[in-house]
């Protein structure tokens, strides 16, 4: 595979904690300890707007597939929901007090999971955007999440670096193992089987019904904040705190590219935060404490 780097786009004025794809295939987002969402041009290089204003730190975005509307958790225990096309404010959900730090979209029940310092698990009706259902998973926060509708199964990582899965149909708990000795801060579900990155700096590869760790290796220098595959072709990445991203074979987990400051002087300077890739996988976009936006062709031969 090849990666080059299309553009730098500077612009925020705080580090960055979130990336999203756009509803248009040429556009994507992105969000953190700024006061607003901002959306991007691919095709221009170029910042495109202020999608709306927030009060507080925004930790995740979702783009509720099939629709225009972006799901933005805030640090407050706000999640607020916005019409891309419209360019409006559609619903406002307060769920708690506390932080909110993952969010995963269940398209084939039409709600969004949300997740945060409380350890609740929050299960909201896009129809109504109403909360439905909450759970308590963990007494320490959860700051990451993953679906996979194939399985049936949700995943949670908590504070503690324990790991849960759950049946997306009624949400009760499958298996609950601890896989990491500090938080676990990333998951993924991947061929079946559920990839785990902590802030120990481990790659956990286990079976998400038993949990039992198959195996696990060491992507990175230190804490492993992303896990993302492909759209459609069998690799992933993963983004950490050591200043690089990387790109893996789903199929051996072989490293593919390496990308820091180290290897090339387009990294980043700080740590990456998150990634998302576009629609089609033909773009990957990292964001990262150093207040820069990356965004990466991938072309794979």
Aim: aromatic share 10%; with cysteine.
């Amino acid at each position: 595979m090849d990666i080059t780097l299309k553009s730098t786009l500077p612009g925020h004025q705080n580090p960055i904690f979130c990336v999203e794809k756009g509803y248009y295939t040429h556009t994507f987002f992105t969000a953190g300890n700024d006061k607003g969402v901002v959306e991007w041009d691919i095709e221009q290089n170029a910042f495109k707007r202020i999608l709306c204003a927030v009060s507080s730190s925004v930790y995740a975005l979702r783009l509720i597939t099939g629709t225009s509307i972006l799901a933005i958790a805030l640090r407050e225990g706000k999640l607020l929901f916005v019409d891309v096309q419209e360019q409006k404010l559609v619903a406002s959900l307060q769920l708690g007090t506390k932080a909110i730090f993952a969010l995963a979209h269940m398209p084939w029940k039409n709600e969004l999971l949300a997740v945060g310092e409380a350890g609740t698990l929050y299960v909201i009706d896009l129809s109504t955007y109403q909360s439905i259902y909450e759970k308590r998973i963990s007494s320490t926060t959860i700051r990451a999440i993953a679906v996979d509708e194939g399985l049936g199964r949700i995943a949670l990582g908590d504070k503690d670096g324990q790991v849960y899965t759950l049946d997306s149909t009624d949400f009760h708990i499958i298996a609950e193992l601890k896989l990491h000795s500090m938080p676990a801060t990333s998951l993924a579900f991947v061929h079946n089987k559920l990839l785990s990155g902590g802030r120990d700096a481990q790659l956990v590869v286990s079976n998400p019904n038993q949990l039992n760790n198959n195996f696990s290796f060491v992507p990175h220098l230190f804490t492993v904040y992303g896990i993302y595959p492909h759209p459609e072709a069998p690799i992933f990445a993963t983004v950490s705190r050591d200043k690089s991203l990387k790109f893996w074979s789903t199929d051996d987990f072989a490293l593919l590219k390496n990308i820091s400051r180290e290897k090339m002087q387009d990294g980043h300077h700080l740590s990456v935060n998150a990634g998302a890739w576009s629609q089609n996988g033909q773009y990957f976009f990292s964001v990262s404490d150093d207040k820069l936006v990356k965004i990466w062709e991938v072309k794979i031969k």
